[in-house]
C-alpha cells in the first residue's frame, strides 16, 4: 500500500491522472470531430450577429433558433478576434471546452475528495469511452460548454463545501453567479443552478449574505430574460416551442434510456462506482458530501426530465449532460481499500473493451424510417465521405443527395424567385432536385426555401435569402402545430406545403402541380386570422419600445400556450 502521508506524491499522482484523462479526451475528440446540421444553424445566427442583423436565424425575423445563449455568443467572440472559419471555430472551441471539462472535474475531484489519498482514474474513463460522449466534444453544437459549466459547477461546490480552508469566504458569491449562468448554457441546466441557489440559501441564514447571493446570481439571468421576452417574445428559447418541452413522452425516454446504456453495458460500471462510493457519509449541510450528493441528485433529475420529454434523435446526445454530472465525483477514486482499487480497474479494463469493440450503430440502413441514430455516423454516409471522415464544413453537406440542385436554386433565390422547396425528380434511381418559383407582383416577402435540415441549407445560402423548415426550429408557424401521434421525437411537428406557399411571395400561378393551389388561397386567407397576425406582429414586427412590452406581455399570455391548426378550412368554416 502507498504511504498516503506522502503528499508529494500524492499531488503527483493526481497530476498524472490529469494529464491521462486530459490527453485521452483530447485524442478521442480529435479523430472524431466532426460538424454535424445542426451546429451549422448556430453558425447562421453568428454570421447575422456579424453582419449586425442580430441575434436572429433569417433576417427580419426574431426567432431565437438556438438552444444555448451562451455558445452562440463565444463563437461570435472567438470569430471577432481571429477571423478564422466559424466552423473550425466551432469545432475547436467545443473540443478546448470538452478536454477542459475533463481536466477540471478530474482536478477537483482528485484535489478536494481524494486529498489526503492515492487516486486512481475511474469515471472520467467510462465517460470518455462511450462514442456519444466523444462525439459532442465537437459537433458545432454546445456540449463542450455544457459540460464545462457542469465541470466548473462541481469545482466551485466543492470549494464552497471546504469552507474551513478559507479565511476570506467569497466563495458563496463566485458559487452564486456561476449557478446563475445555467440558464443561459441551456434551459434544463437551470436545474443544476436551481439546486445549488437553494443549498446556499439553507446554508447561509442570514439576510446580508442572501442579498449577497441573489445580487451575484440574478442580474445576468434575468436581464437576458427580460430581453428575450422583449425582443423574442418568448420565455424560452424557441427549441422548446418547437419540441414540446413541457409535454411527456415516457416511453420514447425509456427507449432512448435503452439505447445509451445497452450497447456499452454501461450499467456495469456504474454499480463499480456507486459501491466504491459508498464510504461518503453525509456530515453538516456545507460540506463535500453534501455538494456530492447535491450534484448527483440533480443528475438524477435531469435524467428522469430526458425520459420525460422522450429523449431525443441523436444516439446518447440529451443523456451526457446527466451522466457525466453523475460521474463527476468518481471520475478518480481515493484508494482507499481494495473496493476502490478493483473498481478503478474494472473501469479502465470496461472503457478499453468499449472502445475496441463496441459499435452499436454499425452498417445503421438508413434509407428505413428513422428513429435513434449515430448522427455522426448518419452525416458521414449520407454526404458520401469515407468512413470516420465525418463532415467538418458547410460545403461538405453539399454532396448529399437532397441538396442536389441547391446551389443553382440559391442562385435564383439571389437573383429574383420568390421560393424554393425540393422535390422527387425519380423515382429509380432516387434522384432530389430543387424547384424555384417567381414572386407575385409588388411582394415585399423575401426570397424563401424551406428544408427540413436547417443547417446545410442556411450555411450554403445568403443572408437575404430566408431558410425556414416544417418542423418549427426557425418557423413559429410550425413550432405552433400539434404534435404527430408516434413521431419521431424531435421531429414530431409538420407544417403542411400549402402554408408555406401562402406564406411567400409566390406567384400564385407558377405554384408546382404536386401543391394544392386551393389550399393554399385558404391558407392564405387564415393567414389573416387574430391568431397569426399577432404571432407574425411579435417576431417580426419592427422593435420598438411599444412592441418590447407588447413581446413581454404575448410571453406570458398566449406566446405560452398558441397552438396552431394544420389544415387552413378549419379557420375559414
Not at 57 to 80: K, P
Not at 267 to 287: D, E, F, H, N, T
Not at 387 to 409: C, R
Request: charged share 15%; net charge negative; aromatic share 14%.
Amino acid at each position: 500500500m502507498f504511504n498516503t502521508d506522502n503528499k508529494i506524491t500524492q499531488q503527483r499522482v493526481a497530476l498524472g491522472s490529469v494529464i491521462v484523462i486530459g490527453v485521452l479526451a483530447f485524442w478521442g475528440g480529435f479523430t472524431r470531430r466532426w460538424m454535424s446540421d445542426d451546429g451549422l444553424i448556430v453558425l447562421r445566427t453568428v454570421r447575422n450577429l456579424e453582419a449586425g442583423n442580430g441575434p436572429v436565424f433569417n433576417v427580419g425575423e426574431r426567432v431565437e433558433a438556438n438552444t444555448s445563449t451562451l455558445w452562440q455568443y463565444l463563437i461570435y467572440i472567438v470569430r471577432v478576434i481571429t477571423g478564422a472559419p466559424l466552423e473550425g471555430i466551432a469545432i475547436w472551441l467545443g473540443l478546448l471546452l470538452s478536454v477542459a471539462a475533463l481536466v477540471v472535474g478530474t482536478w477537483a475531484t482528485a484535489t478536494r475528495l481524494g486529498r489526503g489519498h492515492i487516486v486512481l482514474p475511474a469515471g472520467a474513463l467510462v465517460y470518455i469511452a462511450i462514442s456519444p460522449a466523444r462525439d459532442f466534444f465537437t459537433s458545432g453544437l454546445e456540449w463542450g460548454l455544457s459540460i464545462f459549466y457542469l465541470a466548473m459547477l462541481w469545482l466551485l461546490l466543492l470549494r464552497w463545501g471546504d469552507s474551513n480552508r478559507y479565511s476570506t469566504d467569497w466563495s458563496p458569491y463566485i458559487l452564486a453567479f456561476w449557478a446563475g449562468l445555467s440558464w443561459l448554457v441551456r434551459p434544463e441546466l437551470a436545474l443544476y443552478g436551481g439546486l445549488t441557489g437553494i443549498l446556499l440559501l439553507a446554508a447561509h441564514r442570514n439576510w446580508r449574505q442572501w442579498l449577497g447571493i441573489f445580487g451575484a446570481a440574478l442580474p445576468v439571468p434575468l436581464a437576458y430574460q427580460i430581453f428575450r421576452m422583449g425582443y423574442y417574445g418568448l420565455l424560452t428559447p424557441h427549441t422548446a416551442v418547437a419540441k414540446s418541452a413541457s409535454e411527456s413522452a415516457w416511453g420514447s425516454g425509456w427507449n432512448y434510456l435503452v439505447d445509451l446504456v445497452q450497447p456499452y453495458a454501461l450499467y456495469l460500471p456504474l454499480i463499480a462506482l456507486v459501491a466504491a462510493g459508498m464510504w461518503v457519509v453525509p456530515q453538516k449541510l456545507r460540506s463535500m458530501p453534501t455538494v456530492t450528493y447535491l450534484l448527483i441528485g440533480a443528475g438524477v433529475l435531469h435524467t428522469l426530465y430526458v425520459l420525460r420529454v422522450g429523449g431525443d434523435f441523436m444516439h446518447g446526445r440529451m443523456l451526457l449532460l446527466p451522466l457525466f454530472a453523475i460521474l463527476l465525483p468518481f471520475f478518480v477514486l481515493p484508494w482507499r481499500n481494495w473496493i476502490t482499487a478493483v473498481a478503478s480497474a474494472f473501469c479502465a479494463v470496461w472503457a478499453v473493451a468499449v472502445v475496441l469493440f463496441s459499435s452499436p450503430y454499425e452498417d445503421q440502413d438508413y434509407d428505413q424510417e428513422l428513429a435513434v441514430v449515430d448522427e455522426r455516423d448518419f452525416w458521414t454516409e449520407i454526404t458520401f465521405r469515407e468512413e470516420g471522415d465525418a463532415p467538418k464544413t458547410a460545403e461538405d453537406f453539399l454532396p448529399a443527395l437532397s441538396m442536389n440542385g441547391y446551389p443553382e436554386a440559391v442562385e435564383k433565390l439571389d437573383a429574383g424567385d420568390a421560393f424554393a422547396t425540393r422535390y422527387l425528380e425519380n423515382e429509380e434511381p432516387k434522384t432530389f432536385n430543387w424547384w424555384t418559383s417567381k414572386p407575385a407582383e409588388g411582394t415585399t416577402e423575401p426570397p424563401t426555401l424551406y428544408f427540413m435540415n436547417l443547417g446545410m441549407t442556411s450555411m450554403n445560402a445568403p443572408l437575404n435569402v430566408r431558410v425556414l423548415d416544417p418542423i418549427g426550429l426557425a418557423t413559429p408557424m410550425a413550432a405552433r402545430q400539434p404534435r404527430l401521434e408516434d413521431g419521431r421525437i424531435g421531429h414530431d411537428k409538420f407544417l403542411p406545403i400549402e402554408w408555406w406557399y401562402a406564406d411567400s411571395g409566390t406567384d400564385p400561378d407558377d405554384i408546382p402541380a404536386w401543391v394544392d393551389d386551393d389550399k393554399v388561397e385558404a391558407a392564405r386567407e387564415a393567414l389573416q386570422q387574430p391568431q397569426f397576425q399577432e404571432l407574425f406582429a411579435s417576431y417580426r414586427d419592427p422593435l420598438t419600445a411599444g412592441r418590447f412590452w407588447e413581446n413581454i406581455k404575448f410571453s406570458l399570455t398566449e406566446g405560452r400556450t398558441l397552438t396552431l391548426l394544420a389544415d387552413p378550412y378549419d379557420y375559414l368554416r
